[in-house]
């Protein structure tokens, strides 16, 4: 390993040199890519030096990617998910060896065939994070859960400070691997919804309102993310006629319920828009143009970074009542329904056509939301990372 450079980078109180290790690839935009990538960028813009030790990448959203290893697909609990082929030592090492890290922060659960092997690899005088981002769905991840950590026990020594960016990630990390985590939240860039809907203008968020209120659904067509509860909340509202006239709908993403939920749709008497996979830039239109974004999920929820981004937009949340969600919200009741029990439809149903029907009511929920997005803006989680990665280089000096 060669020593660290006398140049710019200052660990005790200036530049830092960091080094983002995620064992999946960064051509997807999920939840751990939209963490790194937006803290990434703050850090960039304080002047630090961020790298991007990654899975296999073909296109490069940020400077400094450094593919580590191919990914392979697997089902696992009834989810699809990339999981790295073994890396390289002799490319980890290089890639260590060319940029010395003061701070290498690993997001976890992580493999031991990338992760675990740079952490094996990392320079002694290294700090190590590990933020970990998962809750458990069930008893079959948390076991497995429990196996990862017994595997990565060796590796796992090696991190001086641990993240967890909910109290349900922490319960994670605490179980699995029996580390005791700080809880600091995702961040959202509010700045950069502003600018997007900036450019484009009012008129296609005015397109897609056209025609009576509008409701929101984002995310993928699995069970655990509720798309059919709310298409089952649609049918039993426009039966019983809760709805106020013109209501429409649009359900953004794919996955492979979405056919399922195309032939529940036909058999409401209103109009549900499938438009399929919702891009970034695309994103912002569509969360603005929104007069309620419900997401329904159930379970395996840890944070719901899709809440601060349509908050960021302007639309009033309205959230299943689970965990991670419930911590988004700091346990606003009027902006959480129910997720399971034999009123949970029809209270579903009744919470959209309130917040579409009582102004005030309305008003109140959407200022609140608003109050929480501070809490969350990415200067702000930025700062508090920040000063735990001087603390884990502050553990490394010492020992």
Not at 235 to 260: C, I, K, N, S, Y
Request: aromatic share 8%; proline share 7%; with cysteine.
């Amino acid at each position: 390993m060669k020593g660290r450079p006398a140049g710019p980078c200052n660990p005790s109180e200036g530049r830092l040199r960091i080094g983002f290790v995620f064992d999946d690839s960064l051509d997807v935009n999920d939840g751990v890519q939209q963490y790194i990538v937006t803290l990434g960028r703050e850090l960039s813009r304080r002047g630090h030096e961020v790298h991007y030790l990654v899975g296999e990448t073909r296109r490069h959203p940020v400077p400094g990617i450094h593919p580590l290893a191919h990914n392979v697909m697997v089902a696992f609990n009834g989810n699809r998910m990339r999981i790295p082929l073994p890396a390289g030592r002799g490319k980890i090492r290089r890639v260590l060896s060319e940029n010395p890290f003061d701070v290498l922060h690993v997001q976890a659960p992580y493999s031991p065939f990338l992760a675990g092997r740079v952490l094996e690899s990392a320079d002694p005088r290294t700090g190590v994070v590990a933020t970990y981002h998962i809750a458990s769905t069930g008893r079959l991840q948390y076991e497995a859960g429990r196996l990862l950590g017994v595997v990565n026990r060796r590796s796992h020594r090696r991190v001086d400070r641990v993240i967890a960016v909910s109290p349900a990630a922490a319960a994670y990390a605490r179980g699995t691997a029996g580390a005791d985590a700080l809880v600091i939240p995702n961040p959202v860039d509010t700045a950069r919804f502003r600018r997007a809907l900036a450019y484009y203008g009012p008129e296609p968020v005015a397109r897609l309102r056209s025609g009576g209120p509008h409701v929101v659904f984002l995310g993928r067509f699995v069970e655990r993310k509720g798309p059919q509860a709310l298409l089952r909340a649609l049918a039993w509202g426009r039966h019983e006629g809760v709805f106020p006239p013109g209501m429409h709908v649009t359900m953004g993403g794919r996955g492979p319920l979405l056919d399922e939920c195309r032939r529940m749709a036909e058999g409401i008497d209103m109009r549900v828009d499938f438009p399929g996979f919702i891009s970034e830039a695309d994103k912002p239109e569509l969360l603005a143009s929104a007069d309620v974004a419900v997401f329904p999920s159930t379970v395996g929820e840890t944070f719901g970074i899709v809440l601060l981004e349509a908050m960021a937009c302007g639309a009033l949340i309205l959230a299943g009542d689970n965990p991670g969600y419930r911590y988004t919200l700091e346990g606003d009741d009027d902006s959480l329904f129910p997720i399971s029990g034999p009123d949970a439809t029809a209270d579903l149903a009744k919470k959209i056509a309130r917040a579409l029907d009582d102004p005030a009511w309305a008003g109140r929920v959407r200022a609140r939301q608003a109050g929480l997005l501070s809490h969350y803006e990415v200067a702000s989680v930025a700062d508090r990372t920040e000063s735990v990665y001087r603390k884990a280089i502050q553990d490394r000096a010492t020992m």
